[in-house]
């Protein structure tokens, strides 16, 4: 049995909050929102982001970073990727040495174009940090179908500690030595969601969509390599799996956000009418300063942005995307 905050109560903090109480932990929900823990506190139940699930009672609910902080064994940084900075800067003075911080969000920051992870070392550099991540949507996990992820820590022995924290019947934890990989596959991957989610709401159909999820994975895969991260993360739960996900459901807010783009409405009113963080929407514009840093072509990535930051119209992106020059598929076969 552990001692576990869960820092953040957005949809993925309380889902992620009933595996571990199901496991038998004993876990601290944190918010910074006062009127949101005092809604738990009343309902165990967060109404408007997971409503239907209710949390057990023994289940602890603060808004106190004391209590939210002190004896425990393991925090899991659920926040928005907005706020990971600013979230870890107010905890970092209640930390203590070695802990381990196990971020669940996904993004990259559009200044520094730090992953959160990185931002978690240099804000906190006392701890330990790890990442959770693949294709899991908080909907599904806090009902228990199945699902699996992945951990990835800069040793073994915090990976398998936290697969050991987070692993039941219906949760199925893999452990993986590539951070960085794991981090830029979930980031990325929500830029390309909002890329289908665009081609859903134009009406088009199947076809386009794998085209996208395809050639996306490609993008994702060229530019994770030239960063440093890993083969096997692209083709994985963090890389394929995740962007398979968050392409093709509902629960997607990076999905829906794009079905409404491209159904004509503008970046902020998509946003507003989801109310929930779209990740990809904070991740396009570090993730195209990211492609230009490191010279790796990135055509459905650029079109994002361009619908997104530059008001150019998503019908004409779609079509500037099929009249690209001709290439071959895989540049690394040769003919006969």
Request: proline share 3%; glycine share 8%; with cysteine.
């Amino acid at each position: 049995m552990a001692d576990i905050t869960i820092i953040g109560a957005g949809s993925w903090g309380i889902a992620l909050a009933t595996v571990l109480s199901k496991n038998g932990h004993n876990v601290t929900i944190w918010s910074i929102v006062k009127s949101e823990i005092e809604m738990l506190k009343e309902c165990h139940e967060h109404k408007d982001k997971l409503p239907g699930v209710i949390l057990d009672d023994s289940i602890v609910f603060t808004d106190d970073i004391l209590t939210a902080s002190k004896d425990k064994d393991l925090f899991v940084m659920a926040v928005p990727s907005p706020y990971t900075r600013s979230t870890s800067h107010l905890f970092a003075p209640y930390i203590e040495k070695d802990k381990i911080i196990v971020n669940v969000a996904k993004g990259i920051e559009e200044d520094t174009l730090d992953t959160l992870t990185e931002i978690i070392k240099e804000e906190i550099p006392q701890a330990k940090t790890a990442v959770l991540s693949g294709p899991s949507h908080a909907e599904e996990v806090s009902r228990g179908i199945p699902t699996t992820c992945v951990v990835g820590a800069d040793n073994k022995e915090s990976a398998e500690y936290i697969q050991n924290l987070f692993m039941n019947e219906y949760f199925r934890v893999y452990t993986s030595p590539d951070v960085l990989g794991i981090e830029l596959g979930g980031a990325l991957k929500n830029v390309v969601a909002l890329a289908a989610g665009i081609a859903d709401g134009l009406g088009y159909g199947d076809n386009t969509k794998a085209a996208l999820i395809t050639r996306g994975i490609h993008e994702i895969t060229r530019l994770g390599l030239a960063m440093g991260g890993k083969i096997e993360s692209f083709t994985g739960l963090t890389g394929i799996g995740d962007l398979i996900v968050t392409c093709a459901s509902m629960h997607s807010r990076n999905r829906r956000a794009g079905i409404l783009i491209g159904q004509g409405k503008t970046m902020q009113e998509a946003m507003d009418e989801v109310k929930m963080v779209v990740e990809g929407v904070y991740s396009a514009k570090a993730a195209m300063k990211l492609a230009k840093k490191y010279n790796v072509e990135v055509p459905i990535i650029e079109q994002v942005n361009l619908i997104l930051f530059e008001d150019k119209k998503a019908s004409e992106a779609l079509k500037d995307l099929m009249g690209r020059d001709k290439k071959a598929e895989a540049t690394t076969l040769e003919w006969n």
